[in-house]
């Protein structure tokens, strides 16, 4: 009976939860739907990290068990079970708390979760390796100490989060030279600053995004070109933290393609709004002439085209690609081919061709 019930009671949850994700994919409304959607993938990936996280406790707890009342251990014990839980509300405080600046909770948080998947990746090739060594090593039957194996994986852990604060924290320059078929001889050197995913929100903010803008200002480019992922919160809570944009000074313009974080904030019509306030001007879907006559055809010149992110927006806003845009005609998936013959830079969000 008990049995019975149990099914009718999971059949039931399945059903309603069919049930919702039918309606908030083909009837809620479009501002909703992006809502709905970030709120499921942080349920999901939450539920992912719970089973990390569950993963991480029963190895590290067994190291700080105490006979003596509270001690050190208990500390050590209390503090695991904060930095785990840090860790597995990561994603909601970054959505509750939006500053111009990362909070110092949202800071710790991120680096918790860090730490935690490190340190879970950790003992799974700690036990991993542990475990063929027993079994290679046939002589021996003593199975290696769990402690030793909990403290090489913490230590693991800790020098692979450290080398990630450190990597996160560099802006790699990278040099590439882009042979255009059709340049026009007088744009050669033509240098383009193309930047893809500063995700403004809870754990970048104004100061990380103005000494951004002043590493592209000493590179002194033609064109700066933002592919994408440039926010992950609404216009409300991040509009002063964009202003520095203002301060990009490239000689021909700063341009914008939206990429899948913009659709997730539910707010990228505001985004597209407000950006050209900033002095960045948003090709959705669009094309524009740059250093020659678009009335000649562009002639001397050179085409940019921007695309949205593609199966985000299909996804999220549930439009599809039009079949021109002017003189641009969409012919694939990530393909655009021009109907003149003439010189184009093309990209869409996160991507650059």
């Known amino acids: 009976m008990n049995k019975r019930i149990v099914g009718y009671g999971i059949t039931s949850l399945l059903a309603a939860v069919a049930v919702l994700e039918t ?78 600046e990362p909070l110092v909770i949202n800071t710790a948080a991120s680096y918790c979760l860090g730490f935690t998947i490190f340190l879970a990746t950790s003992f799974a090739a700690v036990d991993m390796a542990a475990w063929c060594i027993h079994s290679l090593a046939l002589r021996s039957r003593k199975r290696q100490s769990a402690t030793l194996k909990t403290l090489l994986s913490l230590l693991l852990a800790l020098i692979m989060t450290a080398s990630g604060i450190w990597t996160v924290s560099q802006v ?114 669009q094309r524009v002439c740059l250093f020659g006559e678009e009335k000649h055809g562009c002639s001397g010149g050179l085409y940019l085209a921007g695309l949205e992110d593609i199966e985000t927006f299909q996804s999220v806003l549930r439009r599809t690609l039009p079949t021109t845009t002017g003189r641009v005609r969409i012919r694939q998936r990530w393909q655009l081919v021009c109907s003149d013959p003439l010189s184009a830079l093309l990209w869409t969000g996160n991507y650059s061709f």
């Open 23 to 100: 309606w908030i994919f083909f009837f809620m409304e479009t501002k909703r739907r992006a809502r709905a959607i970030r709120l499921h993938w942080y349920a999901t990936m939450t539920f992912i990290f719970l089973l990390g996280v569950v993963y991480v406790w029963r190895k590290v707890s067994t190291l700080f068990v105490s006979r003596k009342g509270f001690s050190f251990k208990s500390l050590a014990r209390i503090a695991s079970l904060t930095v785990l839980v840090m860790a597995l509300s990561c994603l909601w405080l970054g959505w509750a708390f939006v500053n111009n």
């Open 172 to 285: 790699e320059v990278k040099l590439v030279v882009l042979p255009v078929k059709g340049l026009h001889p007088r744009l050669n050197g033509t240098t383009v600053v193309q930047l893809s995913d500063i995700h403004l929100g809870p754990f970048n903010g104004k100061s990380a995004l103005n000494e951004l803008v002043g590493r592209v200002n000493r590179l002194k480019p033609d064109l700066v070109l933002i592919t994408g992922d440039l926010v992950d919160s609404t216009v409300s809570n991040l509009r002063e933290a964009v202003t520095p944009l203002r301060d990009l000074k490239p000689k021909h313009g700063v341009y914008f393609s939206t990429g899948n974080h913009e659709y997730y904030t539910g707010d990228v019509d505001s985004w597209i709004e407000e950006l050209p306030r900033h002095g960045v001007t948003p090709l959705i879907n």
